[in-house]
């Protein structure tokens, strides 16, 4: 069974998106890339008017919790901040002359176009979910926060420093400005 692709999923309100590097290359590995990926978020957070709930970058995916405003659409966010933070990162591994990297984003060539892209950082499908309960909500919050640890990356949910769960266990700021769930309880 393949997964519903993003246009086929909730356009807006709260989303849970999980997304992956193109051929899993772990390049959230490098701390660099991940500070790349956690300013566009928080760019796009203020250029798209979005609620930031969670997130984590793990070395080769990440997880969002985010709320997008009605009058906004997925897709578009989606299709910019990922193009931005491909671009950026393609540019910071060309500066570091890392072009063992640059070759593992090469896409296959098809086409002669000059316009046709030759890289790809961020995989072009992501898996989407809509969440309507504090149930639902709670869940990927814990799962997200949890992630880093499950992988070994982390003692503790906190101790991780690209994830949110730092901003929820009062350890400090992120990169990105969280909005704190408060959720009831069931």
């Avoid at 772990?26 to 930031?52: G, N, S, T, W």
Wanted: positive net charge; glycine residues 4%; hydrophobic residues 40%.
């Amino acid at each position: 069974m393949t997964r519903p692709r993003a246009s086929q999923k909730a356009q807006s309100g709260t989303l849970y998106i999980n997304g992956s590097t193109y051929r899993r290359v772990p390049i959230f590995r490098q701390h660099e890339a991940c500070k790349i990926f956690l300013r566009a978020l928080e760019a796009y957070r203020h250029k798209c008017e979005l609620r930031v709930f969670a997130f984590a970058v793990m070395p080769d995916h990440y997880h969002l919790l985010l709320e997008i405003p009605p009058d906004r659409r997925l897709l578009d966010f989606l299709r910019d901040f990922k193009s931005l933070v491909g671009k950026q990162i393609l540019d910071w591994i060309r500066q570091s002359e890392r072009y063992e990297l640059l070759r593992r984003f090469a896409l296959p060539r098809k086409g002669a176009r000059h316009k046709d892209a030759r890289y790809c950082v961020l995989q072009y499908n992501a898996y989407v979910k809509a969440l309507h309960s504090p149930r639902a909500l709670r869940q990927k919050l814990a799962y997200i926060h949890v992630n880093p640890v499950r992988e070994r990356l982390a003692e503790s949910p906190e101790a991780y420093l690209y994830s949110s769960a730092r901003a929820y266990g009062g350890k400090g700021l992120s990169l990105v400005k969280i909005d704190r769930l408060e959720l009831p309880y069931l």
